[in-house]
């Protein structure tokens, strides 16, 4: 029996639909690898058995501040970083913003003493609703810290700032729910911690750009980013482009990003 021509036909046009599908995803796979130099470095939990890809080792750790300090990289604050950007200042020859995201229980248990021996100042971005609950990001994590825990971080120099309220992807958000979402965060970081700078971190890195105008509505003076990069857009919102340090990213990678990262 013969194959009516119009059945083949489905049949190459369904091919075709799935390769421009595949090459489409390829394309979008590799737009994000290799991840662009950066000057500013974005750690997640840190914990002696990672049981996660977001998870570094404080071994990992020690070894890139390490070779930071071995390579004279000036490690300097996000707010020395936003403010000399904003005022025209002169950044250093080498130098790297260190940040870490979802506040978790190593970073408190193994970060902190760390930064402190090395003296270097650092940001953490707290999910501030998650804190209330106690419940960590992502289940294979550390635990989340507590405000007493970000109490001290403060106390001791280091920056707390927002991760959104209940890490909810902001990009899925009405313009509404965003203004509660970041609102409510800032609040309790105001109530709980005494921090009034306005710096966000967007959780899993989303966001849409026409958000923008949102966030600035909403009196804040930057948004870390990780996934999405909607480029220069509004001004008066400075984007903080940052490079994830992973389990497995090499402390030679980590130097030849900061290094290779435009001025
Ligand atoms: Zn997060």
């Given at each position: 029996?013969?194959t009516p021509s119009?059945?083949?036909?489905?049949?190459?046009?369904?091919?075709?639909?799935?390769?421009?599908?595949?090459?489409?995803?390829?394309?979008?796979?590799?737009?994000?690898?290799?991840?662009?130099?950066?000057?500013?470095?974005?750690?997640?939990?840190?914990?002696?058995?990672?049981?996660?890809?977001?998870?570094?080792?404080?071994?990992?750790?020690?070894?890139?501040?390490?070779?930071?300090?071995?390579?004279?990289?000036?490690?300097?604050?996000?707010?020395?970083?936003?403010?000399?950007?904003?005022?025209?200042?002169?950044?250093?020859?080498?130098?790297?913003?260190?940040?870490?995201?979802?506040?978790?229980?190593?970073?408190?248990?193994?970060?902190?003493?760390?930064?402190?021996?090395?003296?270097?100042?650092?940001?953490?971005?707290?999910?501030?609703?998650?804190?209330?609950?106690?419940?960590?990001?992502?289940?294979?994590f550390t635990g989340?810290?507590?405000?007493?825990?970000?109490?001290?971080?403060?106390?001791?120099?280091?920056?707390?700032?927002?991760?959104?309220?209940?890490?909810?992807?902001?990009?899925?958000?009405?313009?509404?729910?965003?203004?509660?979402?970041?609102?409510?965060?800032?609040?309790?970081?105001?109530?709980?911690?005494?921090?009034?700078?306005?710096?966000?971190?967007?959780?899993?890195?989303?966001?849409?750009?026409?958000?923008?105008?949102?966030?600035?509505?909403?009196?804040?003076?930057?948004?870390?980013?990780?996934?999405?990069?909607?480029?220069?857009?509004?001004?008066?919102?400075?984007?903080?482009?940052?490079?994830?340090?992973?389990?497995?990213?090499?402390?030679?990678?980590?130097?030849?990003?900061?290094?290779?990262?435009?001025?």
């Amino acid at each position: 029996m013969k194959t009516p021509s119009f059945i083949i036909c489905i049949f190459f046009v369904s091919i075709n639909i799935a390769l421009v599908a595949y090459s489409a995803s390829r394309i979008e796979f590799n737009k994000r690898l290799p991840p662009k130099p950066a000057h500013i470095l974005c750690y997640h939990d840190i914990d002696p058995a990672p049981q996660t890809q977001w998870a570094r080792s404080p071994k990992m750790l020690l070894a890139d501040f390490d070779l930071l300090k071995k390579s004279q990289v000036e490690v300097i604050s996000l707010d020395t970083f936003i403010n000399s950007t904003q005022n025209g200042l002169p950044l250093p020859e080498k130098w790297a913003v260190i940040t870490f995201d979802d506040v978790t229980k190593g970073q408190f248990d193994y970060a902190r003493p760390l930064l402190k021996e090395y003296k270097f100042p650092a940001t953490f971005f707290a999910p501030t609703a998650l804190v209330e609950s106690g419940e960590p990001v992502i289940s294979g994590f550390t635990g989340i810290m507590n405000w007493k825990e970000l109490k001290a971080l403060v106390d001791e120099g280091f920056q707390v700032a927002s991760h959104g309220h209940t890490h909810s992807d902001l990009s899925a958000l009405s313009g509404q729910m965003l203004k509660k979402e970041i609102r409510d965060s800032l609040l309790a970081l105001a109530s709980n911690l005494n921090v009034n700078e306005a710096d966000v971190c967007l959780p899993f890195g989303l966001y849409r750009q026409e958000q923008e105008k949102l966030f600035i509505e909403l009196g804040v003076r930057s948004i870390a980013l990780t996934t999405t990069d909607h480029g220069s857009g509004e001004p008066g919102l400075m984007k903080i482009r940052r490079f994830e340090v992973k389990a497995d990213t090499k402390s030679s990678t980590v130097l030849r990003t900061i290094i290779g990262a435009a001025p």
